[in-house]
C-alpha cells in the first residue's frame, strides 16, 4: 500500500556525478520527513541527508558540500545530488521516508537501495 522506488544508482569515475531519485506512491496522505541513508559491505548504516516537510536539510559532515538534497512536494519524490564523487562514497542508498496513510495511520518506509560504486 505504500512503496519507494529508487532509481538513478550506477558506476562512476571519482570525481564524476549521480542523481539518485525516490519516488513514493501509495494511500499517502501526508509525507513528514525522508531521508537518505547508506550502507557499504562491513559498515554500519549512515544517515547522508534529512529532509524535513518544511525543507530543512541537515547532511553528514562527510558529505557536506559534495551532495545536495531536495525534495518535490507534488511528486511525492526526493532526490539526492552527489557530485564530486570519491571511492569511499561507494554503498548501497536507501531512501526512508515517514508518511500519514489517508486512515491516520503514521508508517515508516525503505526504498528497495541503489547501488552507487565509485571506480576508474
Known amino acids: 500500500q505504500v512503496q519507494l522506488v529508487e532509481s538513478g544508482g550506477g558506476l562512476v569515475q571519482p570525481g564524476g556525478s549521480l542523481r539518485l531519485s525516490c519516488a513514493a506512491s501509495g494511500s499517502i496522505f501526508v509525507i513528514n520527513d525522508m531521508n537518505w541513508y547508506r550502507q557499504a559491505p562491513e559498515k554500519q548504516r549512515e544517515l547522508v541527508a534529512a529532509?524535513?516537510?518544511?525543507?530543512?536539510?541537515n547532511y553528514a559532515d562527510s558529505v557536506k558540500g559534495r551532495f545536495t538534497a531536495s525534495r518535490d512536494n507534488a511528486k511525492n519524490t526526493v532526490y539526492l545530488q552527489m557530485d564530486s564523487l570519491k571511492p569511499e562514497d561507494t554503498a548501497v542508498y536507501y531512501c526512508?521516508?515517514?508518511?500519514?496513510?489517508?486512515?491516520?495511520?503514521?508508517?515508516?518506509?525503505w526504498g528497495q537501495g541503489s547501488q552507487v560504486t565509485v571506480s576508474s
Open positions: 529532509i524535513t516537510s518544511a525543507g530543512t536539510i
Open positions: 526512508n521516508a515517514h508518511v500519514i496513510l489517508y486512515s491516520g495511520t503514521m508508517m515508516t518506509t
